[in-house]
């Protein structure tokens, strides 16, 4: 069984860029959620991915945006990127739109500059 | 509303000693508990979870967790820490709604666990 895998682990980005970030769901999952992890903070939910459809979202911006891919498979993309964006952002995926455990991902850790 | 607060922010105890990390939800529907673990580097694995049924939750790692509904409480226990226990933990609170589910965490709690 393969695990939650994101790419890159590591990122430096410059205030203004644009970003995308890379997750893998784990075998038989097909549901991905992406959470922000700002330093000292407990993760925050960012939004969920569905069947390829956004099907629910937290308190951020427009500028996060997300795909979901056939094989199930998820980008965050984060654009005009500010200096509070600087965080772990953890993927974890599950089954189903119900109460399925999530399984995380280590994460991307963003450094914005 | 759905919020959690993990009373603690650092919590320090000897090798062999009990582990006790405090959490308090605030929920208007039945509550779904979670405590997760994270080591450093990397993201957060699950230690167990409460839905329904009985209160007393066993997870990995010997942690166990009792669910008090009447002090809103979910607090987590291991009778004897080992070094390896040192980690930030995470209590968490979810009840699918609107099609989805999310999870909200608290603060966390980074335990120490000194020789």
């Keep these: 069984e393969t695990g939650v895998t ?17 997750c893998s769901s784990q075998s038989g999952h097909n549901t991905v959620s992406w959470y922000q992890q700002a330093l000292g903070q407990g993760p925050q ?3 969920q991915y569905y069947r390829e459809e956004e099907n629910g979202r937290g308190n951020f911006p427009p500028r996060f945006s997300g795909l979901q891919f056939p094989n199930y498979s998820s980008e965050l993309n984060v654009n005009a990127l500010e200096l509070d964006d600087s965080a772990l952002y953890l993927c974890a995926s599950s089954w189903g739109r119900g109460d399925s455990p ?4 280590n994460g991307t850790r963003l450094t914005v500059t | 509303a759905q919020s959690v607060t993990q ?3 650092h919590v320090s ?5 009990l582990v006790l990390l405090r959490c308090n939800y605030s929920s208007s529907v039945p509550p779904y508990l979670f405590w997760y673990v994270q080591y450093p580097n990397q993201g957060l694995q699950l230690l167990l979870k409460y839905t329904t049924g009985a209160t007393l939750v066993k997870g990995i ?9 009447s002090e809103t409480s979910f607090h987590l226990t291991k009778p004897s820490a080992h070094m390896s226990d040192a980690a930030e933990y995470f209590c968490a609170v979810s009840r699918a709604s609107g099609g989805y589910n999310k999870l909200i965490f608290g603060a966390g709690t980074r335990l120490a666990v000194h020789p």
């Design chain 1, 45 to 47: 939910f960012i939004f």
């Design chain 2, 7 to 9: 009373l603690g922010s």
């Design chain 1, 102 to 105: 999530l399984h995380f991902g």
């Design chain 2, 61 to 69: 790692n010997g942690f166990e967790a009792e669910f008090k509904k």
């Design chain 2, 13 to 17: 105890v000897s090798e062999g000693a």
């Design chain 1, 6 to 22: 994101q790419s890159p682990t590591h990122l430096i980005k410059t205030r203004g860029q644009q970003v995308t970030l890379r």
